[in-house]
């Protein structure tokens, strides 16, 4: 079983940051990859970055890449994703997932435990 919750969502200005993170908790010392992924209003669920268990692999959807960075602290069980030059189409209910094993996907239904979410909302 594993629960993630996260923080860090808010509301910023076009050309802003923030940083959301991802804490995981695990009952078993099993290893998992973590993705984040969003939804905005009225469209579908979609794939925005991931990074594998041991954090030496990463992957990115286009539209944020070099804007973007997932990173994650092991020692902390946390994921953090780092958004630089964010504009309006990122507004979206972003969410962690994580599924058992080390590789990611970018498949939401590949993932097996998901968190919350955390709003990020994007002024014009």
């Known amino acids: 079983q594993v629960q993630l919750v996260e923080s860090g969502g808010g509301l910023v200005q076009t050309g802003g940051s923030l940083r959301l993170s991802c804490a995981v908790s695990?009952?078993?010392?099993?290893?998992?990859?973590v993705g984040w992924f969003r939804q905005g209003p009225g469209k579908e669920r979609e794939f925005v970055a991931a990074?594998?268990?041991?954090?030496?692999?990463?992957e990115y959807t286009d539209s944020v890449k070099g804007r973007f960075t997932i990173s994650k602290d092991n020692a902390k069980n946390t994921v953090y994703l780092q958004m630089n030059s964010l504009k309006p189409d990122d507004t979206a209910l972003y969410y962690c997932?994580?599924?058992?094993?080390?590789?990611?996907?970018?498949?939401?239904?590949?993932?097996?435990?998901w968190g919350q979410g955390t709003q990020v909302t994007v002024s014009s």
């Open positions: 990074i594998n268990w041991r954090g030496t692999s990463t």
């Open positions: 997932a994580a599924r058992v094993g080390y590789y990611y996907s970018n498949y939401p239904r590949n993932y097996n435990y």
């Open positions: 695990a009952r078993t010392s099993s290893s998992y990859a």
